[in-house]
Structure formats: structure tokens, C-alpha cells
């Protein structure tokens, strides 16, 4: 097994790049599918959402509501801290599962685990994995995105960029770094290739 983190700011366009990624042939685990799992209703993980956060974060059919959640923690450093401590440890018993179950299903497969928060997970968060790809577009560029597309207000999508890793500390564990300041054929371009990349040192490593 070749196992590859995908990470990138929000807006950056890390999903596409999954999403090509898979189609090129990789399995694609994704911590954002991993982190709704680990606070579905009647998990463990939303009790205690709930007990730090109170009832105003749950919807009345009894789920996260993540907007109301955001609200609080993307405008509050301390509050941030208090939600990851509750979700990460749940995220990452998660994955090592999904990634164990992929190895065993195909020994040979180039597991691409998607990522948002790598480089917020601590020091040697990104040496478990044989290259580390960053997906990265400037800061106005993403800020433009999350407000036309998202429907963001521009101090709500410059908070939510500001709640996460900078550019910089993302460069700074990242192998490949894929520019995604150009059009869609140009990135998706770019993935082509570094899948031919990715498949020789999958190749030479087994």
C-alpha cells in the first residue's frame, strides 16, 4: 500500500483533487465523511459536543447542527481547541481503521487520505504517510470562492481561513505542492501528472 495525505485550506480546491484522484484509480478516504460519522446521533462524540457546547448545537431531529457549532468555535480559538480535543481522537481511531481494511483489501492500492486539518494536527502529524500533497490558491482567490459560492459573508469566510493553518505551515510538511490559482483544466492537469508520479514510487516501494 502507498498511503498519500491530500490536505489544503478551505476553498483551496482539495476536493476536486480527491475527486480526480479517485477517478485516476486511488481509494479515497475522507476525514470530513470520517468526522460526521464520529458525531451522528447517539454517538459518543455528540454527547460530549453537547455537554461542552450545550443544546443550541443540535438540530431538533437530534444532529449536529454544524452552522450553530461553527458560529461558536470559528470566532473563539479556545473554543476550537475544546471541539477538536472531543473529534480528533475519534477521527483518528477511524482512519486507521479505514486505511488497515484498504491495505488488506488491495496491498497494492494507493490509498489517498483526505485531509483538511494535517497541518493543524501537531508535530510529525504528516510522517505517517509516503508523500504528503498540499493543494494551494491565495488567500483572496478562496476568500472570493466562499463568498460566491458558499454564500459566506467576507468576515465569515476570512474567519473560517483564519481558524486554520497558514500557507506556510502547510508548505512546510508538504512533499507536492499543486497550484490551484489557474482554471480547472489546469489543475486537473496537474493531478494527471503527479498521478504518473504517484504510481511510479507506488511501483518502486512494493
Known amino acids: 500500500m502507498y498511503l498519500l495525505a491530500l490536505t489544503g485550506g478551505i476553498a483551496s480546491g482539495k476536493s476536486l483533487v480527491a475527486d480526480r484522484l479517485r477517478s485516476l484509480g486511488a481509494v479515497h478516504i475522507d476525514a470530513d465523511l470520517l468526522a460526521r460519522e464520529v ?41 476550537l481547541a475544546r471541539l477538536n480535543r472531543i473529534t480528533h481522537p475519534r477521527v483518528r481511531e477511524l482512519t486507521a481503521r479505514r486505511i488497515a481494511d484498504a491495505a488488506a483489501a488491495d496491498p497494492e492500492a494507493v490509498v489517498v487520505y483526505d485531509v483538511p486539518l494535517l497541518a493543524e494536527s501537531g508535530a510529525g502529524a504528516s510522517e505517517a504517510y509516503d508523500l ?69 514510487r507506488a511501483a518502486a516501494s512494493s
Open 39 to 79: 458525531v451522528a446521533p447517539g454517538s459518543e462524540g455528540l454527547a460530549e459536543i453537547v455537554a461542552a457546547f450545550g443544546d443550541s448545537v443540535v438540530t431538533p431531529g437530534g444532529e449536529l447542527d454544524r452552522a450553530a457549532l461553527g458560529s461558536i468555535v470559528f470566532s473563539d480559538p479556545e473554543s
Open 132 to 200: 504528503v500533497v498540499v493543494v494551494a490558491a491565495e488567500r483572496a482567490l478562496r476568500l472570493r470562492r466562499m463568498v460566491e459560492r458558499r454564500g459566506m459573508s467576507e468576515a465569515e469566510a476570512a474567519a473560517r481561513i483564519d481558524a486554520q493553518a497558514s500557507d506556510a505551515e502547510r508548505a512546510a510538511i508538504a512533499d507536492v505542492v499543486i497550484d490551484n490559482n489557474g482554471t480547472v483544466e489546469e489543475l486537473l492537469a496537474r493531478v494527471d501528472a503527479l498521478w504518473v508520479e504517484i504510481a511510479a
